[in-house]
């Protein structure tokens, strides 16, 4: 950020008294936040946290339903035509031996603050991401100026698509793998609070940050970084990785792998686009 013509550009500290107000902002507006969701402890806690491991959370309702159709299929495919087709195992939802425990005395108070934390920040974004703007954009040309007007749109979009994708798909699958997964019928499973919603935190807020990836890219072009020609050489290394990655995080079947990684990869492929679009423009 600069003075305008006719002074001499802002120090260093100078630009942190410029960035402290919108600091102040953007923490009282998480906090503003975070204070609603541990007031809502009710729907927070119990709807949101513990729903990827009800039996009738809606993913593995449609789950359910899909394989279902799916052998329907199978059957009518192998009555008409002959043709066998491998049957989809029906979807094992996690049950009721799914047990979480709290070990630690002030474990729940310290797992109350810490979910109203990342929800005040999950609903603060937009607001924080405004503000952020606003102290780049006297630094900005007017061409940049035009380029990231829907910055905050883009970006707030993006986060929380990314975030319902991790919630509804991510979290529920791996909740489920791990939760029915046994090395011996002697081994009982007590998973530990603190274990439950560190992972599901760190697979939706993962997918969240997964799906800025077109954008990183569309900017990162802008900038000469990247280019569409780089992109598409290394799309098979892109694939494979997403691909191991897929595989690490889901459960062992097929269909749960290309749930995960058809919209991973649909996400790489639209920054190729992207970048493509912007070297035409140029």
């Known amino acids: 950020m600069e003075r305008p013509s006719d002074e001499s550009p802002m120090s260093f500290f100078e630009h942190l008294e410029a960035l402290r107000p919108h600091l102040v902002r ?21 709807t949101l946290l513990f729903g990827p491991q009800k039996a009738d959370f809606p993913t593995y309702r449609w789950l359910h339903e899909l394989g279902s159709w799916w052998n329907d299929v199978a059957k009518w ?33 310290n797992l109350h603050m810490k979910i109203s934390f990342f929800a005040g920040l999950s609903l603060a974004m937009p607001y924080v991401l405004w503000e952020f703007w606003r102290f780049v954009r006297p630094a900005l040309t ?3 100026k035009n380029t990231t007007r829907h ?62 990836l077109p954008l990183l890219i569309y900017y990162l072009t802008r900038m000469g970084f990247l280019s569409s020609a ?21 459960p062992p079947d097929v269909f749960s792998l290309l ?24």
């Open 151 to 212: 910055f905050v749109f883009w970006v707030s979009l993006c986060f929380f698509t990314g975030l319902l994708f991790g919630y509804f798909v991510m979290a529920p699958l791996s909740v489920n793998f791990f939760a029915n997964y046994q090395v011996s019928e002697q081994i009982v499973n007590l998973f530990d609070i603190g274990n439950y919603l560190s992972m599901v935190l760190t697979v939706t807020v993962a997918c969240a940050l997964m799906f800025e």
């Open 230 to 250: 780089l992109l598409r050489r290394y799309r098979r290394h892109a694939f494979v990785t997403l691909l191991v990655v897929a595989a690490v995080i889901t």
């Open 142 to 144: 007017p061409k940049e």
């Open 77 to 109: 495919i192998e009555g008409a035509w002959g043709i066998a087709i491998a049957p989809m195992e029906e979807f094992r939802g996690v049950g009721d031996n799914f047990r979480v425990i709290n070990t630690s005395l002030a474990g729940q108070f």
């Open 26 to 46: 953007s923490a009282a507006a998480v906090v503003l936040c975070g204070v609603v969701a541990f007031l809502c402890r009710e729907f927070v806690v119990d």
């Open 259 to 282: 749930l995960v990684i058809v919209p991973f990869y649909g996400l790489y492929e639209l920054g190729i686009r992207l970048a493509a679009r912007i070297e035409r423009s140029e």
